[in-house]
C-alpha cells in the first residue's frame, strides 16, 4: 500500500490490457458459431482466460478457436457475451477501500447494464445468464441476477412462477403452510 | 466473487443434505428454455441472492428449489424500530433466524434505546440460531452483558461503563471524546475505554483537552476512518489538535466540519501538516462554515499537500476568489469530486481531463453560480466520467443546451437552487451524503463517456 502510494497506480497495466485487446482471438459457441472478441475482453471469463493461460503462445490462441461446449452458449448468447466484455474490458478495478461487497449488491444497475440486460426472449436471457455463469463471468452473471431479481420485487408467488415459468412443485397444503408462516411479510406498516 | 465461492460450498452441502433432490444440471433438456426450472441450485441461489430480506419470504413458495436455495445467501439483517415492532415478533425473528442460519452481522444502530431489553432478547435468539454470528452494530451501551464479545460497532452512547469489554469494537460514534474515557475526579486519572477502533466519531469540544486526544491517538494508530465536528476554536487548540491528528497514518478517511468565525487562524498550516503525515489518506471531506473568504483561500492552498486523494468532498460557504481552486490541478488521483460553492465566479479550467484524467463522479453545487458554456464543454470531454450532478441558479438555456448538444443527454440535469436546502455545521456531512442520492444524478458509461447514453 505505501509503496504504491507515490506513482499513479496502474497505468502501466492499463496501457498492456489496451494493447492485449487489440489482438483477437475466436470463441466457438456450442451451435458452432465462431466470433471475434478482444484478449482482454474474453479474459474477463475465467474459464476462458484459463484455457487461454493452459494453451501459452499467442499463436495458437489466435488461430484455434476457443470451444464453448455448454448447451447454453448458443450463437446469440455468445454474441450478447461479447458485446458486453467488450463493452467492460477496461472498468476501473474495484476499489477495496471504499467499496464494500454489500454497497456493491445494493448498487443499481447502470443505464447501458440496464438497457443490455433487458431482453424479450426470456429463453435467450436465461441462456446469457447460464452461459456467462458456464464461463465464469462474474460481472454479468450479476448483472443478469440483479436484472431478475428487479423484476422479481414485490410481486406473489404465483406472479413470479408465471414471469419466470417456474413450475409449482409444492402441494397446495405446504403452500399455505409456508404462506401462514411468512404472514408478516404482508402486515401492514 | 467472496459470494460466489460461498454459494459453490453451499450448494455443495445442500446436495449432501438433500439426497434424492433433482438435480437439475444432469438433464436440462427436460427444461424449457424460457423456465427458471432449468438453472441448478447454485446458479439460482446465486439470482436470488439479489432479493429483499422480505422478496426472499415473499419467494419461499415459488418452488421447492427455491425454498431451497433463497435464505442461504442472507449475511446480514438491520432492524429497526419499524420492522421491529411494527412488524416482528419474537416468534417471528426466531423462524427468520433458523432459516437464515448464515447471517454474521446484524445492524441495530438506528434503534432506540428504550428498546434495549427487547434487542437483547432479539440478540439471543440470533446468536442461538446463527453460528456464524461476529458482528453486532449497536446503538447504546446498556446491559449490553454477555454480547460484549460480539459488539463490533456503537452508534452513539451516553454510558461507557461497559466500553472497555467490547473488545471487538471497530467503530464507534460518540458525542465527546471525554465518552471514551473513564475520568475518576478523585485522582484525576483518565483512563482510555477504546482501542483500536477502525472507525471513530465525535464533537470537538473546547472540554475535550488535547491531552485526552493525546491519549486517544496513541492507542488508536489502526484508525482508518474520523469523523470530526468542530466549532470555533482558537488557534492554539486548532494547530494542536491537527498535530495529534497527524499522528494517526493509517488514516483513509477524514470528515472534517468545521465552523470558524474568527479571521486568526492556521488553518492551512494545520490541514498542512495532516496532509504531509497521513500519506494513506485517500478520502477528505472539509465542511467550511465561515463567511472569512480568506480562511477558504488558505484551506484550498492546502490541497496541494493532499494530491494522493481518491475522493475530494469540499463544502465552504465563503464565496472564493475564481483562482483559488488551482490547487485541484494537482489531485490528479481524484475519482470522486463534490464541490459545493457560494460563489457567483468561477473558472473551472481545472475541471478537465488533463487535470482529472480518473475522474468518474462530478458533482457542483453551487446556488449563485452560472456555469459557462467554456466550463459545460470542458466537463462533457470528461471521457472517465459514470455519473454528474450539477445544481446552479442557471437557467440559462444556452448554457444546459450547450452541454447536452455536445453530450447527448436526452433530459436537463440542471437544477434551480431554490429547492436545496442549505446546511453546514453539525449537520453538513449527512447533508453532504444526501446529495448523492439526489434523483438528478446521470450515469453514463465510464468509458464511452456520454456519447452511449
Known amino acids: ?189 | 466473487m467472496d459470494m460466489i465461492q460461498q454459494m459453490k460450498h453451499l450448494k455443495t452441502s445442500l446436495e449432501s443434505a438433500n439426497d434424492g433432490n433433482k438435480d437439475n444440471k444432469q438433464q436440462p433438456q427436460m427444461y424449457a428454455k424460457n423456465s427458471m426450472d432449468r438453472f441448478g441450485d447454485d446458479l439460482c441461489a446465486l439470482i436470488v441472492s439479489y432479493l429483499s430480506l422480505e422478496d426472499r419470504f415473499r419467494c419461499e413458495c415459488v418452488s421447492k428449489q427455491f425454498q431451497r436455495t433463497v435464505f442461504g445467501s442472507v449475511v446480514d439483517i438491520t432492524l429497526n424500530e419499524k420492522t421491529l415492532y411494527k412488524k416482528l415478533n419474537y416468534q417471528i425473528l426466531t423462524r427468520i433466524a433458523i432459516k437464515c442460519p448464515n447471517i454474521r452481522s446484524i445492524e441495530m444502530k438506528a434503534l432506540k434505546s428504550k428498546y434495549s431489553v427487547e434487542s437483547l432478547k432479539v440478540l439471543d435468539i440470533f446468536r442461538d440460531n446463527c453460528r456464524h454470528l461476529r458482528q453486532i452494530y449497536y446503538n447504546f451501551r446498556k446491559i449490553i452483558g454477555e454480547f460484549e464479545s460480539l459488539i463490533t460497532g456503537i452508534n452513539s452512547a451516553n454510558e461507557n461503563q461497559s466500553l472497555d469489554r467490547c473488545l471487538q469494537l471497530s467503530r464507534l460514534r460518540v458525542n465527546s471524546l471525554s465518552d471514551v474515557f473513564h475520568i475518576s475526579s478523585a485522582d484525576v486519572s483518565q483512563q482510555l475505554l477504546a482501542k483500536n477502533l477502525h472507525k471513530f466519531s465525535f464533537n470537538y469540544k473546547s472540554s475535550d483537552n488535547n491531552v485526552l486526544l493525546s491519549a486517544f491517538v496513541a492507542h488508536n494508530q489502526s484508525l482508518k476512518s474520523l469523523v470530526i465536528v468542530m466549532s470555533d476554536e482558537n488557534h492554539e487548540t486548532l494547530t494542536e489538535m491537527c498535530g495529534q491528528l497527524s499522528r494517526l497514518t493509517q488514516l483513509r478517511e477524514l470528515n472534517f466540519n468545521i465552523t470558524i468565525m474568527n479571521g486568526e487562524n492556521s488553518l492551512s498550516d494545520s490541514l498542512r501538516t495532516i496532509g504531509l503525515n497521513c500519506k494513506q489518506l485517500q478520502r477528505l471531506t472539509l465542511g467550511l462554515m465561515t463567511s472569512c473568504e480568506q480562511i477558504s483561500d488558505q484551506i484550498l492552498i492546502s490541497l496541494a499537500f493532499f494530491s494522493r486523494l481518491k475522493r475530494l468532498d469540499l463544502t465552504l460557504f465563503a464565496a472564493i476568489d475564481h483562482k483559488s481552486l488551482e490547487p485541484l490541478k494537482l489531485c490528479h488521483r481524484l475519482t470522486h469530486l463534490t464541490l459545493y460553492l457560494h460563489s457567483n465566479d468561477i473558472n473551472f479550467e481545472q475541471i478537465s481531463a488533463k487535470y482529472l484524467p480518473r475522474i468518474q463522479y462530478l458533482s457542483i453545487i453551487s446556488p449563485n453560480l452560472l456555469i459557462k458554456n467554456k466550463a459545460l464543454k470542458a466537463i462533457s470531454k470528461l471521457l472517465t466520467l459514470k455519473s454528474l450532478l450539477i445544481m446552479s441558479s442557471s437557467n440559462s438555456s444556452s448554457g444546459s443546451g450547450a452541454l447536452s448538444a455536445s453530450i447527448r443527454f436526452a433530459s436537463s440535469f440542471f437544477c434551480h437552487s431554490a429547492v436545496m436546502t442549505t446546511s453546514g455545521g453539525a449537520n453538513s456531512g449527512s447533508a453532504t451524503n444526501s446529495r448523492f442520492g439526489s434523483p438528478i444524478s446521470f450515469r453514463a458509461n465510464h468509458r464511452n463517456g456520454f456519447s452511449k447514453l
Open chain 1, 1 to 189: 500500500m505505501a509503496d504504491n502510494a507515490d506513482h499513479i497506480d496502474g497505468d502501466d497495466n492499463e496501457d498492456v490490457r489496451a494493447q492485449q485487446n487489440l489482438i483477437k482471438i475466436k470463441l466457438k459457441s456450442s451451435e458452432g458459431g465462431i466470433y471475434e472478441c478482444g484478449l482482454t475482453a474474453a479474459k474477463m471469463s475465467d474459464l476462458v482466460k484459463n484455457m487461454v493461460e493452459s494453451l501459452g503462445t499467442d499463436a495458437v490462441v489466435t488461430t484455434e478457436p476457443i470451444i464453448l461446449g455448454n448447451e447454453a452458449v448458443t450463437d446469440a448468447a455468445l454474441k450478447k457475451i461479447i458485446e458486453w466484455v467488450e463493452f467492460h474490458w477496461d472498468d476501473p478495478p474495484v476499489d477495496h477501500d471504499f467499496e464494500d461487497e454489500k454497497d456493491r449488491r445494493n448498487e443499481e444497475l447502470s443505464h447501458w447494464d440496464k438497457q443490455f440486460i433487458d431482453v424479450d426472449d426470456q429463453a435467450l436471457l436465461f441462456d446469457v445468464i447460464a452461459a456467462a455463469n458456464y464461463m465464469d463471468i462474474k460481472g454479468l452473471v450479476e448483472v443478469g441476477a440483479k436484472h431478475i431479481c428487479s423484476k422479481i420485487r414485490g410481486k406473489s408467488c404465483q406472479e413470479v412462477r408465471e414471469m419466470l415459468k417456474i413450475t409449482n412443485d409444492f402441494t397446495a397444503e405446504e403452500e399455505d403452510a409456508i404462506h401462514k408462516e411468512n404472514a408478516w411479510i404482508y402486515a401492514k406498516d
